[in-house]
T-cell receptor, first 113, second 118 residues
Framework: AQSVTQLGSHVSVSEGALVLLRCNYS??????LFWYVQYPNQGLQLLLK??????LVKGINGFEAEFKKSETSFHLTKPSAHMSDAAEYFC???????????FGTGTRLQVTL | KAGVTQTPRYLIKTRGQQVTLSCSPI?????VSWYQQTPGQGLQFLFE???????NKGNFPGRFSGRQFSNSRSEMNVSTLELGDSALYLC?????????????????FGPGTRLTVL
C-alpha cells in the first residue's frame, strides 16, 4: 500500500521568503507523485507531477519539487513566496496506471507581509 | 476546453435523507473519480468509474454509490444521510486509459459540491 506524510499542517512564511513544504512517501513500487493546491472554496489544481522522467520537476507559479528516492521525499519549494501563494497544498501518490490518488493531510501555507 | 463541472455547488440536507451529486467530465475523458474531503479525514477516495463500470472502490459504506452514463457524466448518491457525511465532494476526470503512461491519466478536479447535513 502507498501513503504520503506531510510534515507540518501549517507553515507561515514572509513574503519573499523561501517556501518549503515537506512530503515523504511510502510505496512498495515506483511511485508517481503529485502536488496539488487548493484555494478556498475551490477544487484541486495540479502544481506539478513526478512520473520518473526527471527527478527535479518544475511546475506552475514558480514551484518545483525534487524526487529523492534515498530519502523517500518529494518536497515542494518556491524561492520567493507571494501573497497569492496562500492556500492549502496536498501531496499525493499513485502507483501503476490506476487513477486512485492517495493524499497527504495537507499543509496550509500562510504568507505574511 | 471546458473544465470539470459539478452540480449543485452547495446542498443542505437533513439526516436520513438521500442526495445525488452530478459531475460532468472534460470532453473526451472517460474516467470519473470521486473524493470526499473533510477536516477530520482529509481527502479520501470514494470510487472510480470508467466506461460506465466501477473500476476502483474506496473504503466507504454501501450508502455511498455511483454510476456513470454513456456520455461519461457521473452521479454519486448517498442514502440515509448522517451528520458525518457533511463534506466537500470532489470529482476528478481523466482519460483513464489503462496501460498508458500515468501522465496521460492526469486528473483534473472540479470545484466540488459542499454538502451540509443537519
Amino acid at each position: 500500500a502507498q501513503s504520503v506524510t506531510q510534515l507540518g499542517s501549517h507553515v507561515s512564511v514572509s513574503e519573499g521568503a523561501l517556501v518549503l513544504l515537506r512530503c515523504n512517501y511510502s510505496s512498495s513500487v515506483p511511485p508517481y507523485l503529485f502536488w496539488y493546491v487548493q484555494y478556498p472554496n475551490q477544487g484541486l489544481q495540479l502544481l506539478l507531477k513526478y512520473t520518473s522522467a526527471a527527478t527535479l520537476v518544475k511546475g506552475i507559479n514558480g514551484f518545483e519539487a525534487e524526487f529523492k528516492k534515498s530519502e523517500t521525499s518529494f518536497h515542494l519549494t518556491k524561492p520567493s513566496a507571494h501573497m497569492s501563494d496562500a492556500a492549502e497544498y496536498f501531496c499525493a501518490v499513485r502507483t501503476g496506471t490506476a487513477s486512485k490518488l492517495t493524499f497527504g493531510t495537507g499543509t496550509r501555507l500562510q504568507v505574511t507581509l | 476546453k471546458a473544465g470539470v463541472t459539478q452540480t449543485p455547488r452547495y446542498l443542505i440536507k437533513t439526516r436520513g435523507q438521500q442526495v445525488t451529486l452530478s459531475c460532468s467530465p472534460i470532453s473526451g475523458h472517460r474516467s470519473v473519480s470521486w473524493y470526499q474531503q473533510t477536516p477530520g479525514q482529509g481527502l479520501q477516495f470514494l470510487f472510480e468509474y470508467f466506461s460506465e463500470t466501477q473500476r476502483n472502490k474506496g473504503n466507504f459504506p454501501g450508502r455511498f454509490s455511483g454510476r456513470q452514463f454513456s456520455n461519461s457524466r457521473s452521479e454519486m448518491n448517498v442514502s440515509t444521510l448522517e451528520l458525518g457525511d457533511s463534506a466537500l465532494y470532489l470529482c476528478a476526470s481523466s482519460t483513464g486509459l489503462a496501460g498508458v503512461m500515468p501522465s496521460y491519466n492526469e486528473q483534473f478536479f472540479g470545484p466540488g459540491t459542499r454538502l451540509t447535513v443537519l
